[in-house]
């Protein structure tokens, strides 16, 4: 396995140099079950936990490593085993709030680290719906990553043409394929993201088709590629599935169970890109701190009006946007309770 093959880039490679000079080796998470780690490396695939100190010196959930992490072990090529010393700086994050019993605490989970590209699916049969494409953008623009959206199941659907428009004028500038992932040629066009080095992951409501087009684009079943089977601490066996895939042409798919269920963290960024035409609206109110509300010069209230901007799109931004500030005070005080 080279590093290259599983994602590594220059950005790695100058974080990791602290490591270098103490015989360290990077390596990439592939599968985590429980604190049992497996990582891809340049000695193969490796099984192993963080070391007593890591555990120590970490101050929340979010430091430990998670798929699709850079780490810094300690391995040995005999015994397959590993120690992770170290987890390299997140170029991107897809994250999960964890909510107290209370419903007041909240801390982040990182689901997934590394991706560059996210195929956002999303089906043309029932589960067609424009504000639940806006808010997986929102979640995912927030992320870093570069999104792709997928129109799947084009065969049970007799107007495409006119939903691709409809998700055009939400997501201009954004890739859109209409595929069918029951034939194989239709999804060609995805194979051109999926590419050495590159790590795509699939978000998406139940039932779209995520993992339809993963067996397909692999070419064989996801369920039998994926099996691991790795002793715990206590020396029992685990089964794990390989979150982590290598394509047999190259390119990286995570394929996690908590990506296939994102609930919404992200921030504040993510709003702003998917809902850009809305701040620029904000911008051109007559007063800067203008409520949207019975003002004079409002610019919203007037594309409202005139029908420019669409009033189910401006209601569910108001509702995101009600949510996500919900959750910065509750991350707030969290951090102030530490
Ligand atoms: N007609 C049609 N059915 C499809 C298509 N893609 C997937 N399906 C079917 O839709 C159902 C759900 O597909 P999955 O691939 O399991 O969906 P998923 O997104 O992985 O669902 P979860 O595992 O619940 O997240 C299956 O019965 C698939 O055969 C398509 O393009 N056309
Ligand atoms: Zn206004």
Same mark, same amino acid.
């Given at each position: 396995m080279n590093l290259q093959e599983l994602g590594w880039d220059s950005f790695f490679e100058k974080h990791f140099n602290p490591y270098k000079e103490k015989d360290f080796l990077p390596a990439r998470i592939a599968? &985590?079950?429980?604190?049992?780690?497996?990582?891809?490396? +340049?000695?193969?695939?490796?099984?192993?936990k963080v070391t007593g100190r890591f555990k120590h010196n970490a101050r929340s959930q979010?430091?430990?490593?998670?798929?699709?992490?850079?780490?810094?072990?300690?391995?040995?090529? !005999?015994?397959?085993?590993m120690t992770i010393h170290g987890v390299l700086p997140r170029r991107t994050k897809f994250s999960r709030k964890m909510v107290s019993t209370e419903g007041r605490i909240v801390e982040e989970q990182v689901i997934s680290a590394n991706i560059d590209i996210v195929f956002l699916i999303v089906g043309l049969d029932a589960d067609f719906n424009i504000r639940r494409i806006e808010r997986y953008l929102?979640?995912?623009?927030?992320?870093?990553?570069?999104v792709v959206i997928i129109l799947n199941k084009t065969d049970l659907c007799d107007s495409a043409d006119e939903c691709i428009k409809e998700v055009e004028a939400v997501a201009p500038g954004t890739p859109i394929h209409a595929v069918c992932a029951l034939k194989r040629d239709t999804l060609e066009p995805l194979l051109t993201y999926?590419?050495?080095?590159?790590?795509?992951?699939?978000?998406?409501? /139940?039932?779209?088709?995520? /993992?339809t087009i993963i067996n397909t684009i692999l070419g064989? +079943? !996801?369920?039998?590629?994926?099996?691991? !089977? +790795?002793?715990?601490?206590?020396? !029992?066996?685990?089964?794990? &599935?390989?979150?982590?895939?290598?394509?047999?042409?190259?390119?990286?798919?995570?394929?996690?169970?908590?990506?296939?269920?994102?609930?919404?963290?992200?921030?504040?960024?993510?709003?702003?890109?998917?809902?850009?035409?809305?701040?620029?609206?904000?911008?051109?109110? &007559?007063?800067t701190d203008c409520q949207h509300r019975t003002e004079p010069g409002c610019a919203i209230k007037r594309a409202l009006e005139d029908g420019t901007l669409d009033k189910d799109r401006y209601n569910n931004y108001l509702r995101l946007q009600r949510e996500l500030r919900i959750l910065a005070i509750k991350r707030e005080r969290r951090a102030r309770a530490r």
């Open positions: 599968v &985590k079950q429980g604190n049992v780690y497996v990582v891809y490396s +340049e000695l193969g695939e490796l099984a192993g979010s430091d430990f490593p998670t798929v699709g992490d850079w780490v810094a072990v300690k391995g040995n090529p !005999r015994t397959q085993r929102t979640i995912v623009q927030g992320s870093g990553a570069r999926v590419v050495p080095g590159e790590t795509v992951t699939l978000v998406g409501s /139940s039932g779209v088709g995520k /993992s064989t +079943e !996801r369920q039998k590629v994926g099996a691991v !089977r +790795e002793k715990d601490g206590r020396g !029992r066996h685990i089964t794990a &599935k390989r979150e982590l895939i290598i394509l047999p042409a190259g390119g990286i798919v995570i394929d996690n169970p908590g990506m296939r269920s994102v609930p919404l963290w992200g921030d504040q960024k993510g709003l702003e890109e998917t809902f850009d035409d809305i701040v620029e609206l904000t911008r051109q109110c &007559k007063f």
